[in-house]
């Protein structure tokens, strides 16, 4: 069975700061991993998957599998990164099926002040 | 396309009534999936789809049901309410290996 992990539920810090946002999973086999954003009241959307190795707004995440972890990273938050941030992970990609079937983590809520 | 459409937006519910929570998408996609999401417990896989006519479980299906006659909509009925299953309620639905889209939510309070 999979699992992921959020070892934070609440992350403050000010504008302008390094911020990382903690992520691990346990599962046997090549998972693919996201970063899921919630701003206040509005639908879930996708900010990262590990295969596409982007950066979006400032953010990145990389996979260590060694270490079982997908930890977010941006290097200046601002204010409008302020958001409930789920990592999630899908044990479907070698299958070849859809990523229909995620498992999600508790959450960390990410407050960044001015 | 107007993506993913959940309707009702807000509802309240009286312990034992029944009701359906709509989701609509116009995308073409094949799977959907309902996750319930609670402060502390981040989102949980309801009841999921991977094509009209095929429904499975999810991890917290108990007090719901599914269907999935079109490929366009999945309705989650639940069937005799109860205070536990006050909750934000998110359809969600991918295709083939793109990322879930979700829709704006239906907030369930049962009293």
């Known amino acids: 069975a999979q699992r992921v992990t959020q070892p934070e539920k609440l992350l403050s810090v000010f504008k302008g700061a390094p911020v990382e946002l903690k992520c691990n999973y346990s599962?046997?086999?090549?998972?693919?991993l996201f970063w899921y954003v919630q701003y206040s009241r509005q639908r879930l959307q996708l900010l990262l998957r590990?295969?596409s190795r982007e950066s979006i707004k400032g953010f990145t995440a990389d996979l260590n599998k060694g270490e079982t972890s997908f930890h977010l990273k941006k290097p200046f938050a601002q204010e409008e990164d302020s958001a409930m941030y789920y990592c999630a992970l899908s044990a479907q990609r070698n299958s070849g099926g859809s990523n229909y079937k995620l498992t999600f983590g508790k959450g960390t809520l990410l407050t960044v002040n001015p | 396309n107007a993506g993913v459409t959940q309707t009702p937006k807000f509802q309240v519910l009286k312990t034992g009534q029944s009701m359906t929570l709509q989701c609509a998408q116009d995308?073409?996609?094949?799977?959907m999936s309902w996750y319930r999401q609670d402060p502390g417990m981040g989102l949980r896989l309801i009841h999921y789809s991977v094509g009209a006519g095929i429904t499975d479980q999810g991890e917290v299906p108990n007090g719901y049901n599914v269907s999935r006659s079109t490929t366009e909509d999945f309705p989650l009925r639940l069937l005799s309410a109860a205070p536990s299953q006050t909750s934000v309620y998110f359809c969600?639905?991918?295709?083939?290996?793109?990322?879930?889209?979700f829709g704006n939510g239906t907030r369930l309070t049962v009293t």
């Open positions: 599962y046997s086999g090549s998972p693919e």
């Open positions: 969600a639905s991918s295709y083939r290996r793109s990322p879930l889209h």
């Open positions: 995308m073409n996609h094949e799977y």
């Open positions: 590990h295969i």
